[in-house]
């Protein structure tokens, strides 16, 4: 807060500067922009069909974000500023002057366009038409297109002095893009948004157009290449399929199966008759004696030779039916020969072939039954093994092309798959571009009208620009400046307590003894209330009497003033006073006072000197090159003054400045207390730090600062005491 008022006294100080510049701003700005002409500014709509989607009434209109919307609205306001679609209109602005087409033209032509011969015109004309048609920008490195570039920007048709005035934005969350321009003439601007609106419908259109063009044709293309890959791999499967004579693979499969297993079933149902008719003829065998086996073998020899021809040919047949997968036709035949074969046996058993005393025919009849029909089951195992090997055979064959069926098979469906997608996103993009949905101007504008003036903002704008200049100059020069102004800065640089400041006086105001009580003015008055305080903070440190030196760190600084006026304080308080000009160097205080004794003397001569004004009494010197102590030794020193201190309650002594160490450290050897002086306005230079290590050395001797040569000071500022951090 201190910093901040002392900054607004710094200001208050500057306080003409800060007038008399923004006010030389103001008038210079007006008379510069007295002459400015007016503006004019006019505004079109563009529908773009991005939010709207009703003109859309083929496809299905797809559903979208706000936040992709409003990027598709960004990228065509960018389009629309980008300098290949302003070049467009900067060709038909030229032309227009080139061409000398009255409704056309509003700006005086430039020197360069005025001195074009008939034949210059023309060779620009065909120059920038054929640009213009091209959609290309003049290249500058050309030197003829460059020569007309310099004249489109100096006609101020070119892209960047177009942008300059030009604004492009989207209205809110609707659908329109809306173009606004500003320029001297109000047909002009109406001219420039019309031409720049139908310049980028006809490159967006065409942008459009090609897009979709090139995304039809690589569809398409991309349709027949998943085609070409779907017959392809058709192909092979039948190639395939020929080569290894496969019709139906799964049915071929499910037939062979079908077969192994009616053979398998056939295969147990023999295994099973061929162990029951075994079984049941050795039954039979066991009925029977060996003479009675013997004898039927010897009797039914002729006719068992028929039968095993029978049983020969039934065995062959029976081969057959097998291998003829139960041929119906074989079966017949089959059964034909098991009826000749029943009669074979009947008939050897109608014979008398036994032992007469043993009846055991029924029994012979049903073994020799038995045994044809035991040959026949394992003739029948036999054939039923051999087919289902030939099966079994027949069926691993069909693993391997069941395995690459299989894999064709796979390809094709995902060919399938590839093509039908391909065919469905040709389709959906050919039927989408049937019907684009392309930009259109729904209200061109007209001749803008007239704005308000500017003029009077610019000028008013300047004066407030120069005023915050000034400010932030004088708040650069307060920062860097590292000089002391108040006490608080003062307390805080030193490490030391501020007794109390002085305020700033006149040339013309009278210090001197006779002075102080005659003066009445406002400056003399604070002075004076000012001592009076610095005098009760010396008066109560210690009892009277007392020897009070002051010096300061350089000359010049107020320091004899404030020892005449402490003089007077202690004066009204009735004390009796000793002011001793100890400051050889500059004897201010002896010319003042001519008429007071000298130091020199007294030291010698040990005459007091007279009182001048009341209680206050003058020591003056001769000054010169000369120290105390060259004055008497240390001793005559000491007694001369406690001789004075003893007539004295009060000794006031100037000393020289810190600057000249020696003199000051003497006087400052025989004082009971040190009071240093600094002026406002200065900083504190690097050879200050070693005085004011001294000083801070000497102690509690060390009574304080007084800061002189102030100006108005703030409550805050002006605070003493001890230092504290800023």
Partial sequence: MTEFLQFLRLLQRNKITLIVVPLITVIVCYFLVKKLPDSFESRGRIATGLVDKTDQVVTKAKEEQDSQIARKFESLIQMMLLKRTLDQVSYRLILNDLKGTKDSTWREPVKELQNMSKGERAKAIALITQKYKAREELFVWKPYESYLNKIIENMHYDAGSLREKLTVYRTGSSDYIDIQYEAENPDFTAYVINTLAQEFIAQNSSRVVDNNKKTIDFLQSFMQQKLLALNERMNTLRNFKIQNRVLNLNEQAKSIYGQMADFETRREIAQKDIIAYGAAIRNIDNKFNPSDRKYFESALTEINQSIVSSK????????????????????????????????????????????????????????????????????????????????????????????????????????????????????????EFSFPVYLRMIEKAIPGEVQASKKMVLVILSGIISLTFCVFVFFILFFLDKSIRYPMQLANATNKPVLGYLNALGKESDLSLSGMNASDGKSIKTYKNLVRSIRYELDNEIDDPKIISITSLSDGVGKTSFVVALAWAFSKINKTVLIIDGNFGQPDISKLNPEAGLFENYVNKKNLPEAVAGQISILGNRGGDISLLELADERQLADSIQVLKTQFDIILIETDSLAAMNKAKEWITYSDRLVAVFAAGHAISADDLSKIQYLDNLGEKFSGWVLTNTEDIPEQAGKLGKPVEA
Wanted: hydrophobic fraction near 35%; charged fraction near 30%.
């Fill in 312 to 431: 020969i040919n039934l065995k062959s047949l029976n081969e057959r039916y097998i291998q003829s997968n139960f041929d119906p036709k074989v079966k017949l035949s089959l059964d034909s020969l098991k009826g000749k074969l029943t009669e074979q046996i009947s008939s050897a058993a109608d014979k008398y072939a036994y032992n007469p005393m043993a009846l055991k025919q029924d029994l012979v009849t049903q073994k020799m039954s038995m045994e044809i029909s035991l040959e026949l089951a394992k003739n029948s195992v036999e054939s039923i093994q051999g087919e289902l090997n030939r099966l079994n055979r027949k069926f691993d064959g069909l693993v391997p092309n069941e395995a690459k069926i299989q894999e064709y098979e796979t390809s094709i469906d995902i060919a399938s798959k590839e093509y039908i997608e391909a065919l469905q996103r040709y389709n959906e993009a050919s039927l």
